[in-house]
């Protein structure tokens, strides 16, 4: 059985940092995309970011770009968002998914409950 656990969501003032974790059990974690989504209250989900499952390419939202970095350890089976310079926009809840490398919510078969992260101004 898949599980994806997020957590490292929380409170942050604007131009913080915080980072998320997304562990992943069972045995997809080294043959699978994984990106984050998030989605703010009222608003569709959207992509954060997307990291290839073998050569760590990444993508990321023109939103976020410069501010957030996704990575990877597959030691760990467990996927990182780093997000710098946050900004009150960036509040949501965020999820980890894991499936085809893709912008696209619809590539992903596995997804996370979500951690919500809330930036002050």
């Known amino acids: 059985q898949v599980q994806l656990v997020e957590s490292g969501g929380g409170l942050a003032q604007a131009g913080g940092s915080l980072r998320l974790s997304c562990a992943v059990s069972g045995s997809i974690f080294s043959s699978t995309g994984m990106a984050w989504f998030r989605q703010a209250p009222g608003k569709e989900r959207e992509f954060v970011s997307s990291i290839s499952r073998s050569t760590g390419t990444t993508t990321y939202a023109d939103a976020v770009k410069g501010r957030f970095t996704i990575s990877r350890d597959n030691a760990k089976n467990t996927v990182f968002l780093q997000m710098s310079s946050l900004k009150p926009e960036d509040t949501a809840v965020y999820y980890c998914?894991?499936?085809?490398?893709?912008?696209?919510?619809?590539?992903?078969?596995?997804w996370g409950q979500g951690t919500q992260v809330t930036v002050s101004s």
């Open positions: 998914a894991a499936g085809r490398k893709s912008a696209f919510s619809r590539e992903y078969s596995y």
